[in-house]
């Protein structure tokens, strides 16, 4: 099997798990359920995850990854000197929401089935607020950005009255213009 194969199988796996997860509830995950929505046998999924665990584990792995990912890029790119990881932050979560939140469902998995997992994320949220706060603006507006930016994120992830899109958007600019890295 080559290694674009893999890794495509692989993210279906991922993106089947997810979205049993979403739709269905945690109860329906099984390796079974994800082989069948992954279109692939239950021996193929078991190449790439082994147990329940492992694929779950592969969830937490992946959603981190791709936003450790998508807010160093962004930091990478921002050529202004103050405030970069502040709007990074915000910017990638908003990202997502607008994404419709692919591998969050990962979170409630973690949540009911081994809450260690999420000691990577705790760790890399820690560095995140260090960054935030050392970011050349105002740290506690920074922090609030990063707060609210969660909060919203948190909302729409379990459904708790989530903000209409024209709202969304006028908070995201909001937030932006605060984090504008300008001598306040």
Not at 31 to 37: D, I, P, S, T
Not at 106 to 119: D, G, I, Q
Not at 163 to 170: T, V
Request: glycine share 8%; net charge negative; proline share 3%.
């Amino acid at each position: 099997m080559s290694s674009d194969n893999r890794t495509s199988a692989r993210a279906r796996i991922l993106t089947a798990a997810s979205d049993i997860i979403r739709n269905q509830g945690l109860e329906r995950l099984t390796l079974e359920a994800v082989a069948k929505e992954a279109g692939l046998s239950k021996g193929g999924l078991l190449y790439h995850f082994p147990s329940k665990e492992a694929l779950i584990t592969g969830m937490v792995e992946e959603l981190n990854s791709n936003y450790a990912a998508d807010i160093q890029e962004r930091v990478t790119n921002d050529s202004r000197a103050k405030g970069k990881w502040s709007r990074a932050y915000v910017e990638s979560t908003f990202s997502g929401l607008e994404d419709g939140f692919p591998m969050s469902s990962a979170l409630s998995a973690v949540l009911f089935t081994n809450p260690k997992l999420l000691e990577e994320m705790q760790t890399q949220y820690g560095i995140w607020q260090r960054n935030i706060e050392n970011d050349g603006i105002n740290p506690v507006r920074a922090s609030i950005a990063r707060l609210t930016a969660d909060g919203l994120w948190f909302s729409e992830v379990f459904g708790l009255s989530p903000l209409d899109q024209k709202l969304r958007e006028r908070v995201f600019h909001e937030l932006m213009n605060w984090l504008k890295g300008e001598d306040e």
